[in-house]
């Protein structure tokens, strides 16, 4: 899987670390930053969703400080559903009913392996295609539509 990989300078270092964790078991692009310079998020948070909106990234991956930021800002794009987990089962779920396609975490409140675990979680799960999942993203991506006119 092609996944897209961002930080602020905040998450700098936590992306760093599940770059070389998910290295030679995924094609990666990593969109930066790549020091901890002050940066802003909602920077990367573009860069990201414009790979997943043009097809060149199939997932992607946001660090901040909270996760807060880059998952607001991500979420303003049409086509992202961004989820900011802390959880296992968020990570996986997310994409198995809701077809969540950018996991956004939190450099400041979440360890390496709980991250190393959540990144795992969301790139092997996959979309259900459930009819009654289906059915919700048909009305979230109608509620989306609705608000770009």
């Not at 070389?20 to 573009?46: C, K, M, Q, W």
């Not at 997943?52 to 990234?57: E, F, M, N, T």
């Not at 968020?90 to 390496?112: F, K, P, T, Y």
């Amino acid at each position: 899987m092609k996944v897209g990989l961002g930080a602020d300078h905040a998450g700098f270092e936590l992306k760093k670390r599940i770059k070389a964790h998910l290295a030679g078991r995924n094609e990666l692009v990593d969109f930066g930053v790549h020091d901890t310079t002050p940066s802003d998020y909602p920077d990367i948070a573009e860069a990201i969703g414009e790979a997943l909106i043009g097809g060149r990234i199939e997932r992607g991956i946001l660090v901040c400080g909270s996760g807060v930021g880059v998952c607001v800002a991500a979420n303003k794009m049409p086509g992202i559903r961004a989820g900011l987990c802390g959880d296992h089962y968020s990570a996986h779920q997310g994409v198995e009913h809701d077809d969540m396609n950018v996991l956004c975490l939190a450099a400041r409140v979440i360890g390496e392996q709980v991250a190393f675990e959540l990144a795992d979680a969301f790139i092997s799960a996959r979309f259900s295609g459930e009819e009654r999942h289906v059915r919700r993203l048909k009305k979230v991506l109608a509620i989306e539509r609705k608000y770009l006119k």
